[in-house]
Every structure is written in structure tokens, then in C-alpha cells.
């Protein structure tokens, strides 16, 4: 497609979405005609849907009355190979696919992980990021494109990262800090013109949305709101925890134990511990090789599966079987034959019985890495259990 286009990423929260607003109701601000714009969308599966319902309410309506073409992706599956699914692509939407195809949720499951808060958002960039890349790709071809972003005026580091993904076809651009506008700038904005205040887009479990008071302030009500939807994302900390004690989606922290300290969280708690009850459970083994600090790799492998009480005996048969102690730690128990210590090389090697999801798998490197642990000098231990 020939001639320079212009790309508005909506990720259809409060930034964003001021953003397109300020497009429609003044002509003025806009890069180019509507009818020209293209609008694209990555769901990940596991936005809030309140959000699809003021997108719904507010902005289809605007959307159809203008024709702006609006196209959301998301990934096939986990693996890039699988391709993008197009769910939508139109000029007239009446529906906002929050489902997505494979959802972040998927991903982090199978893995038997928690999206990672520290360095680069790797979630976004292959929820997000990956499949709109992936489709621009193939739909502009060798046209060039202004690639417009969302980031406000408060996040003056992204646009920084953004930029450097930046090439003779795609440049990058960021409205809302030329116009100076901050989040509240955003709301307020939205607000005078929808008469409502919108969401800044988040997953259900966005450990980012969890790093702050502002943030938190944000998302509790609507987990008291919405326990089932709040379960989706403590269900995969348990997970991730039980594999990982150094996990925790709220800065490091469990959100468990944050919601615990949360008035009227009761029921949000209430439904989580429902939840888990009803699950399939399996028994698994860990093993965990560190090269250094935030580097090595692990095998996971299943065990045995059942209900969670049948999973828990398991463990503690395989423990007495093996001679180990079962410890709980944080209303986690779990059996060790190796802890990590405070040196590198090292590794640990526990069992655990958790909520069924994660999947076998052996790192790459594995191997190699455990057996450099195992013929390192021996490390000082944090905590030694029984031989």
C-alpha cells in the first residue's frame, strides 16, 4: 500500500483514549482525516471489562460515526510461528473483543510464572507489541508510517524505549506530551466530553498496576467489584509462588497478603480460596540452576495430578519416601532436597503441590547449568533441611 500512513495504538484505556477523543471533537489536532487513520488494537485477554464496557458505550458510536477503520490482533498461541489472529477489522465495530485468542493469562499459566515488573515490559511487548508489529508488517508493507503512542506526559521513559525500536519505515510519535498532558489531564478530558471517567488499561493482574498507592487505589475497588475476575490473577500467584518463592505480583510482594491487609477484600479472598478448592491439582518437581544473579534456567515436570487434597498426600508421601521434611512457608508447603544459597553457581530442587496449569519443561541450557552448580564449591546456605 503505497503513501506514508498514519498508526494509532489504542489500548483502550483513560491515555489513549483521550488521545483519539481529542482527534474526533477537534479536527484541528488530528495528523490526518479519519477515514485515513488506522486504529489498531492488541487484547491480551485479561483487561478489565469494564473497560469493554465504556468502549462499547462511548467510542464504537464515535468510531462508526466517522468510519475510522479500527483492527484488533491478538496472538494464536505461544509460539510466534503461530501467526496473528485478526478478530476484528472494520469500519462499523459493535463488539470489543477483551477475549483476545491466546491471552497473556494462557502464557503465564503454562509457564508457571507472573508477568515480571522489573526492566523491560516483556508482557506488552509480545501481547502487545508483537502481533500489531506483525500485522503493520504485512498490511503496509514498504510504506512508511507515523506510529502514534498514548504514553502521557507523567511517562517520560517510555517514549525514550519506544524510540528506539524506530527505523526508516517507523517513526514513532507521542501527542500527549507535545500537548503536556499528564493522566488526570487525560480523565478530566475524557470526562468533559463523555461525562464519564475511564479506566487506565491494565490486565486483571498487572503487577504494574500493583507497584504504586495511586495504582493500587485503582484496582481494589474494582477487585471488590469483580472477586472472580481478582481469583484469575491470585490463582496464577499461587502458581507461580508454589514454583518460585521469590515470586509475588505486587512489587515482588504476594497480592495475596496485600488483599489480606485490604478492608472489605473478604469476598475477593473468599472467592480465590473457592476457586483453588474446586481445582485440578498436581504435584510437581522444580529444579532451578543459577549461573548468576536473574540468569540460569529450570526444569519443571509433573509428577502426578488429582484434587488438591490427593496432591498434598502425594507430597508428603514423596517427601517421607525421600527422607525430607515438608515446610510450609507462606500457607505453602513444600518439600526441598536443595535450597539456594548465597553464591553462584547454585541451584534448588524442590516438590510442591499446586493448582494444575503449568506445563513440563526444560529450560534451555538446563543440563549444562545444573552441572556446573552441582561440581561448584558449596555455597552458603540460607536454610539447610535434613539430609
Known amino acids: 500500500m503505497a503513501g506514508h500512513r498514519i498508526v494509532l495504538s489504542w489500548g483502550l484505556g483513560r491515555d489513549s483514549t483521550a488521545l483519539l477523543l481529542r482527534w474526533i471533537t477537534e479536527p484541528a489536532s488530528r495528523p490526518c482525516p479519519l477515514r ?9 485477554g485479561d483487561e478489565w471489562p469494564a473497560t469493554g464496557e465504556l468502549v ?33 477489522d472494520t469500519r462499523s465495530p459493535a ?70 525500536y524506530n527505523t526508516e519505515q517507523r517513526t514513532g510519535t507521542y501527542p500527549l506530551l507535545d500537548w503536556g498532558w499528564t493522566g488526570t489531564g487525560c480523565e478530566d478530558y475524557i470526562e468533559q466530553h463523555l461525562g464519564t471517567r475511564w479506566l487506565k488499561s491494565a490486565c486483571v493482574y498487572c503487577p504494574f498496576a500493583l507497584q504504586s498507592r495511586d495504582g493500587r487505589d485503582r484496582v481494589m475497588p474494582l477487585y471488590r467489584q469483580a472477586p472472580a475476575l ?60 543459577m549461573r548468576a544473579p536473574a540468569k540460569g534456567s529450570r526444569c519443571l515436570q509433573i509428577l502426578d495430578s488429582g484434587g488438591q487434597a490427593d496432591m498434598t498426600a502425594a507430597l508428603h508421601r514423596r517427601a517421607a ?52 552448580a552441582e561440581a561448584g564449591p558449596p555455597q552458603q546456605a540460607l536454610w539447610e533441611g535434613p539430609a
Not at 79 to 84: A, H, I, L, N, R
Request: glycine share 12%; hydrophobic share 40%; net charge positive.
Open 56 to 88: 462499547t458505550r462511548y467510542m464504537l458510536p464515535l468510531l462508526r460515526e466517522h468510519a475510522i477503520r479500527w483492527v484488533q490482533v491478538a496472538r494464536r498461541g505461544p509460539k510466534q510461528e503461530e501467526g496473528v489472529a485478526i478478530l476484528a
Open 321 to 372: 519416601t525421600e527422607g525430607l521434611l515438608v515446610v510450609r512457608e507462606g500457607g505453602i508447603e513444600r518439600a526441598w532436597r536443595r535450597r539456594r544459597g548465597i553464591g553462584f553457581p547454585d541451584a534448588e530442587w524442590l516438590y510442591v503441590a499446586a493448582p494444575a496449569g503449568a506445563e513440563d519443561k526444560t529450560g534451555r541450557g538446563f543440563a549444562a547449568a545444573w552441572a556446573a
Open 230 to 289: 481478582a481469583a484469575r490473577g491470585l490463582i496464577m500467584e499461587h502458581l507461580a509462588v508454589s514454583l518460585n518463592p521469590r515470586q509475588g505480583l505486587a512489587g515482588g510482594k504476594r497480592l495475596s497478603e496485600l488483599l489480606a491487609r485490604e478492608p472489605g477484600q473478604e469476598a475477593t479472598l473468599a472467592e480465590f480460596r473457592r476457586q483453588l478448592d474446586g481445582m485440578d491439582w498436581n504435584l510437581y518437581e522444580m529444579r532451578r540452576a
Open 36 to 44: 485515513d487513520l488506522l486504529l489498531i488494537t492488541a487484547q491480551t
Open 95 to 164: 463488539r470489543v473483543y477483551l477475549d483476545g485468542a491466546y491471552t497473556l493469562g494462557d502464557e503465564m499459566t503454562a509457564a508457571g510464572t507472573i508477568p515480571q515488573s522489573g526492566g523491560r515490559r516483556t508482557c506488552s511487548l509480545k501481547a502487545k507489541g508483537w502481533p500489531i508489529d506483525t500485522f503493520l508488517a504485512a498490511e503496509l508493507g514498504d510504506a512508511t508510517y507515523t506510529h502514534v503512542m498514548g504514553f502521557e506526559a507523567g511517562e517520560a521513559g517510555r517514549p525514550v524505549r519506544d524510540a528506539r
